[in-house]
């Protein structure tokens, strides 16, 4: 028998002729990575400081997360959730000593996780009304983004994302953030829930006043409506504290997480608290690779890593010095950077013009960042990234906003 041959081609060409083309992808094939380094198919390293759209937690390959994924995929990958096992319970304590007392469910993504809150504002919304499909209304943000299905679609007040979709999911009202006085004239006796993200992300780095979420925290109790947090992209330590609603002082009802939390490999999960949480009985939600044991041993080395590596603390203060630079940059060069906004290594940079041409120039000098609404360029590090890296990325800008200014 003779050796299949391998024909190769261009990985270019077959993304042309095979993949869909839902994505308007940078011409760049990445094919290794390396702590907060990634190499393309033609040998040039880049500064990833996309860090997956902040899912490489732990830069790219750490060591303990390779072993420890290489060692439970030897061991068991799957089971499904007819059974349990020790990473799931385990990763779930972890959380749980977090966000504080309350329950976890593991799905796979950020979109899961939020539909799977939707869900727990609906379960709510009976037990406060004893009826059915009568409160039903979920209170979001203008410029949120809650994920790509159905349900969390419906909750993303955006044209370009809801646009050719409709009928969307009913119930959602849109009120401005950090506007108190918004939320509560749109809470009726029909609101079941408040659902926002503790600092934007995809809309380009708007974080939520402390002011707004003591403010929404205490409407939510007045009224019996869930707090719901969307941290999919600003948990998981990405702004110095393990959940960003830390910092406010405040705790939700739930919070939805992802991203960074398997360091790139795919789980999502939803904390709830132990007020609400037993309003999920058995049957009345699931997911077939939800939690398996190989997703949670990921999820348990970014947390081991993120524990003795001490990130938080290192987030903390490398990423005020970083943002002090970068803010630097925005007095030098105010023609083109007007703010930089964020906390940790989650900073948004808003331009006066289209960031497209400003991405495409550092990963040119060899600096991947990520684009976001509004004219703005997001930097996310992996949490690993040292000075010298935070370092290098003010440099590229700076080189940067030099050619274009
Ligand atoms: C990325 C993101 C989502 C969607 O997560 P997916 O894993 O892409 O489904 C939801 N909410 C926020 C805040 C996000 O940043």
């Not at 995929?73 to 799957?78: D, F, N, P, S, Y």
């Not at 796979?108 to 009826?131: C, F, T």
């Not at 943000?141 to 999911?169: C, D, W, Y």
């Not at 808003?350 to 990520?370: C, F, H, I, K, N």
Request: with cysteine; proline share 4%; glycine share 10%.
């Amino acid at each position: 028998m003779s050796t299949p041959s391998i024909v190769r081609t261009n990985t270019a060409d077959l993304y042309d002729a095979h993949v869909l083309k839902n994505y308007a992808r940078a011409p760049l094939t990445l094919v290794r990575g390396r702590g907060a380094q990634v190499w393309d198919d033609v040998g040039n390293a880049y500064l990833d400081f996309t860090s997956g759209i902040a899912v490489s937690a732990l830069g790219h390959c750490h060591p303990h997360w390779v072993a420890t994924i290489q060692r439970q995929a030897g061991e068991l990958i799957h089971t499904s959730n007819l059974y349990r096992n020790p990473n799931h319970g385990e990763l779930a304590r972890r959380l749980v000593g977090y966000a504080g007392p309350g329950r976890v469910f593991f799905c796979n993504s950020g979109g899961e996780a939020d539909e799977g809150m939707i869900k727990l504002s609906r379960l709510h919304g009976v037990a406060k009304s004893g009826v059915e499909g009568k409160c039903i209304k979920v209170l979001v943000a203008k410029n949120a983004f809650h994920g790509r299905m159905f349900g969390g679609m419906s909750a993303t007040p955006q044209e370009k994302i809801q646009k050719g979709f409709r009928p969307l999911v009913p119930g959602f009202a849109v009120a401005e953030l950090n506007n108190l006085q918004s939320f509560a004239d749109l809470m009726d006796d029909d609101t079941t829930a408040v659902l926002v993200e503790t600092i934007q992300g995809e809309s380009g780095i708007n974080p939520c006043t402390t002011e707004f979420l003591v403010g929404l925290r205490k409407l939510c109790d007045e009224r019996n409506v869930l707090m719901l947090l969307d941290e999919v992209q600003c948990g998981i330590g990405r702004t110095g504290t393990f959940y960003a609603f830390e910092a406010a002082g405040i705790r939700p009802d739930a919070v939805a997480m992802a991203k960074g939390l398997g360091g790139g490999f795919p789980i999502g999960a939803i904390w709830i608290s132990e007020r609400f949480a037993d309003l999920f009985q058995p049957g009345s939600h699931g997911s077939t690779f939800g939690g398996t044991p190989l997703a949670c041993a990921a999820g348990l080395a970014v947390l081991d890593v993120i524990e003795r590596e001490d990130l938080l603390a290192k987030v903390r203060t490398r990423g005020a010095a970083w943002i002090a630079a970068l803010q630097q940059l925005a007095v030098d060069f105010p023609q083109q950077l007007t703010t930089v906004r964020g906390r940790g290594y989650l900073v948004g940079l808003q331009l006066t013009s289209d960031p497209a041409s400003y991405v495409t120039a550092m990963r040119e000098q060899g600096l991947l960042v990520v684009a976001a609404g509004n004219n703005v360029i997001r930097v996310l590090p992996p949490l690993t990234a040292t000075p010298e890296e935070l370092a290098r990325s003010v440099e590229i800008l700076h080189a940067v906003l030099v050619a274009k200014a």
